[in-house]
């Protein structure tokens, strides 16, 4: 061992001087030019001692380095292991955030029922018949039947009347989903406010539900404006209007903001001051020629030469929630709070397999709701058609959970629907939800559109508000 220890070394100073021995000698030789002194002291000699004399001095500095940091870990660590015994864990770690409805309008279904069939038949986005790339060859591209943007023409509002296609079938979509939904709940929630006992006289008109509606944040402020309006108006024509129904509107500028949004709203259900039951609602389309020739412009387009791109969709999803049980509804399921990393590298760079990050939030979504590590009887992502999402998604459902088959396990939701935003992002949750009434089994949601964020929370039946189930906040 020893011998060894001081042949490398040796060998490394041998190799050094023969490399630059040969290249001068060999450059001398092409300029038919003969060394002297000088030339033998400064490039036979000077010149390989100084290159090993910077090479030992930049390994201390490198050694050096890292032990600092090493130290500074374990200073650290010692830190935390020693503040750990007398630091509670935060009660809201616990928190859950009540469902009591999903909805959903996309191209793969309007039910979560119906996601659900598209993404176990494996259904994948075609080539849309009309849209076309500059070349004039047809797009992959996937929108929602018979969206009439025509029937809206009259209603809208003169800042709205040179609106795209695509801001108008979002509009259409919206409209659509809200409208069911209402039609289902609102009576309920209307039957069990205390002042529908109270004499006509007496009774006061109150709020019984706030709208949230999300839009793409690259909306301008008077865009998004407009569109509330509209909406308030159309839905105030069926007769659900202020104060009994509030409509807002948020710019979102991606899925996981829209997550975000959500795990607000669990915070916020469980603060001092009392929270209307909120129907969340997301919609957004990009389905149209407009669309098609920005995305084309900007290389962003599936195809066979660009397994990386995107995938023109649309869609809505609408999600009910409430801190106190409504009466006359049905709670469908319980979303955790949520947790989210970033991962070393993005997905789209070497090494993309490298799951080490999905995994760990998995384990310790896992172990802070109690679960076992093969308790999940499904896993809803927002994987679409891009290479990295699709083998990242795989690769994940196959470390995480190995007993499984993954294609029987995963649900990826945007290979089927395309890129939807905020949309789609709900929609795992709608769908985990539903999967959690059918199977009165926990679920885990998975988001991983972003080339960097990950993020992941569960989703469980409904439990008893005593449950003890803790899952960190997403970042």
């Not at 709070?337 to 995994?359: E, I, M």
Request: glycine share 6%; net charge negative.
């Amino acid at each position: 061992m020893e011998r060894r220890s001081l042949l490398r070394p040796l060998a490394f100073v041998v190799l050094v001087f023969g490399v630059i021995w040969c290249t001068m000698i060999v450059r001398w030789r092409m300029a038919n030019r003969v060394p002297n002194g000088t030339d033998v002291a400064l490039y036979l000699v000077a010149l390989p001692l100084g290159l090993l004399l910077g090479f030992v001095l930049l390994r201390k500095v490198i050694d050096a380095t890292k032990k600092r940091r090493q130290k500074a870990a374990q200073a650290d660590v010692a830190d935390a292991d020693a503040a750990e015994p007398v630091t509670p864990e935060d009660p809201s770690l616990a928190w859950q955030l009540p469902i009591f409805a999903a909805n959903v309008l996309f191209a793969g279904g309007d039910t979560p029922a119906a996601l659900i069939d598209a993404a176990r038949a494996s259904q994948r986005a075609e080539l849309h018949p009309t849209l076309r790339d500059g070349q004039g060859l047809p797009v992959f591209a996937v929108g929602v039947d018979d969206v009439d943007t025509a029937a809206i023409d009259d209603s809208l509002p003169d800042a709205a009347q040179g609106w795209s296609e695509s801001r108008k079938r979002a509009l259409v979509l919206a409209q659509t989903l809200a409208t069911r939904v209402l039609d289902e709940h609102f009576d309920a929630l209307r039957a069990a406010d205390p002042s529908a006992d109270m004499p006509p006289g007496r009774a006061k008109p109150r709020p019984l539900l706030q709208l949230e509606w999300l839009l793409p944040a690259h909306w301008s402020d008077a865009d998004r404006d407009a569109a509330q309006a509209w909406l308030t108006a159309q839905l105030a024509a069926q007769g659900w209007s202020a104060p009994s129904l509030q409509v807002t509107v948020s710019g979102i500028g991606s899925g996981a903001a829209a997550l975000k949004r959500l795990d607000d709203l669990n915070r916020a259900f469980h603060g001092d001051a009392p929270r209307l039951p909120h129907l969340l609602l997301a919609s957004d389309s990009h389905i149209d020629e407009a669309s098609i020739a920005e995305w084309d412009a900007a290389h962003r387009l599936h195809g066979a030469s660009r397994p990386e791109g995107q995938v023109p969709g649309e869609g809505a999803c609408a999600l009910l929630l409430a801190a106190k049980h409504p009466a006359g509804e049905a709670e469908l399921a319980r979303l955790h709070r949520l947790l989210a990393a970033q991962r070393a590298q993005p997905v789209d760079k070497p090494g993309r397999l490298q799951a080490d990050t999905f995994n760990e939030l998995v384990g310790q979504a896992l172990e802070r709701t109690k679960l076992e590590a093969d308790a999940p009887a499904h896993l809803v992502s927002d994987t679409d058609m891009r290479a990295s999402r699709s083998a990242e998604a795989m690769h994940l459902v196959e470390q995480a959970l190995p007993e499984r088959d993954p294609i029987e396990t995963l649900l990826p939701l945007g290979i089927a629907n395309g890129e939807c935003g905020a949309a789609l992002a709900l929609a795992t949750v709608a769908v985990a939800a539903q999967l959690a009434v059918d199977t009165q089994q926990p679920g885990l949601i998975l988001s991983h559109h972003d080339a960097s964020l990950r993020a992941v929370a569960v989703v469980t039946p409904p439990a008893p508000a005593t449950s003890t189930s803790t899952t960190p906040t997403l970042a």
